[in-house]
C-alpha cells in the first residue's frame, strides 16, 4: 500500500528509519516539541521519497484543547521559519489551496493574516512608524479548477514582475496518523507540490522551478481512508480488502473548521513575526 504523507518524519518513519545521509536534531519550546532532518544526500532522498533539505517539524500543538498559549506558540514557529528565510529583499507570501473546501483553505486563510507591506513606503511610512516594515507581497492564487491558470504559472509572472528574494507557500498537508491532524507544523526550505495530499499532483515549485527559494509551511488537515483502517486493523488488516477502497477517500477529524481557523492565525501571525523582526508582538497583532 502507497502511505500518502507529506510530512518527511513520517516518510522517515516508514522507510526503516535508517539515518545513512540524514542529519537530526531534537529541541523543545514553551512546551512544543521541535524536530529537526535534514536529507543530505540523493540516496537517502530517493528513500524517503522526499528533496534533500531542511525539514523542521514542530509536534504537540494543543489547536483543538487550549488556544490560549498563543504567542509561546507564535515566538516557536517563527524563529525556526526565520532560520530559513534570506535576510533582505522582498517575500512573496502565497496561500495554496482552496478557500471553499474547508481541509484545504489553510493556505488561503493563512495568508489572509499576513500584513502586505510592499506598498508602505515613504513619508507615508516614516510618519506613521513603519518605515522598519520589510516589503512582502501576499497572494491567495486559487486552484486551477477555479482559474485555469497553475499556480506556478501566477508565481512566475509575479516573480518577473517583483523579484522576490523568496517564497513563503502555505498549504494544508496529509499525514498518515490521525495524532498529527491538527497538532503538528512542518517548515522546509525544499518548496512544494501543490495538491500531492490528495494525489492531484501539480508542477512543484521550488528554487529549481521558479529560481528563488520557496520555503513551505502548513498543517496536516487529511488522512487517507486506506491508512487509517490499515491503522485500525493492525494485525487483522487485509491489503486486498484495503486496496478496494476508494483511494480518493480522505478522512478529517469533525472539528475542521475550528482547527482550519486556528491553525491559520497562528501560521500568518507566524510568518509576519518571521519577517518584520523590528516589531514586537503587540504591534503586529495591532497592525492586523
Known amino acids: 500500500m502507497n502511505y500518502r504523507t507529506d510530512l518527511a518524519q513520517e516518510a522517515h518513519e516508514l522507510s526503516g528509519r535508517a539515518k545513512d545521509g540524514i542529519i537530526f536534531d531534537r529541541d523543545s519550546y514553551s512546551g512544543l516539541c521541535i524536530n529537526s532532518m535534514r536529507i543530505t544526500t540523493d540516496e537517502a532522498a530517493a528513500r524517503i521519497g522526499k528533496s534533500k533539505g531542511i525539514y523542521i517539524t514542530i509536534e504537540d500543538l494543543p489547536l483543538s484543547e487550549n488556544f490560549r498559549e498563543l504567542k509561546k506558540q507564535i515566538c516557536a514557529i517563527s524563529e525556526q521559519l526565520y532560520k530559513l528565510l534570506p535576510p533582505e529583499g522582498v517575500i512573496l507570501v502565497i496561500g495554496i489551496g482552496n478557500s471553499g473546501i474547508t481541509p484545504d483553505a489553510l493556505g488561503p486563510e493563512s495568508a489572509a493574516s499576513v500584513i502586505a507591506t510592499r506598498h508602505i513606503g515613504g513619508e507615508i511610512a516614516k510618519s506613521s512608524g513603519l518605515d522598519g516594515l520589510r516589503p512582502v507581497a501576499v497572494l491567495s492564487p486559487g486552484v486551477l479548477g477555479q482559474t485555469g491558470i497553475e499556480v506556478s504559472e501566477i508565481i512566475l509572472s509575479l516573480i518577473d514582475r517583483i523579484h522576490p528574494a523568496a517564497v513563503i507557500a ?17 517548515i522546509s526550505d525544499t518548496g512544494i507540490a501543490p495538491g500531492s495530499g490528495c494525489g492531484n499532483n501539480r508542477i512543484r515549485l521550488d528554487s529549481s522551478t521558479i529560481g528563488i527559494p520557496v520555503i513551505s509551511i502548513g498543517m496536516p488537515t487529511v488522512v487517507d481512508c486506506r491508512i487509517l483502517a490499515a491503522d485500525m486493523l493492525g494485525k487483522n488488516c487485509n491489503s486486498v480488502e484495503l486496496d478496494e477502497i476508494d483511494e480518493d477517500l480522505m478522512v478529517t477529524p469533525k472539528e475542521i473548521d475550528l482547527l482550519t481557523e486556528r491553525a491559520a492565525k497562528l501560521i500568518g501571525m507566524s510568518i509576519n513575526c518571521a519577517l518584520q523582526r523590528n516589531y514586537s508582538f503587540e504591534e503586529l497583532a495591532a497592525l492586523i
Not at 170 to 186: C, E, F, N, V, Y
Open 170 to 186: 502555505a498549504d494544508a498537508l496529509a499525514s498518515r496518523s490521525l495524532s498529527h491532524l491538527g497538532r503538528t507544523i512542518q
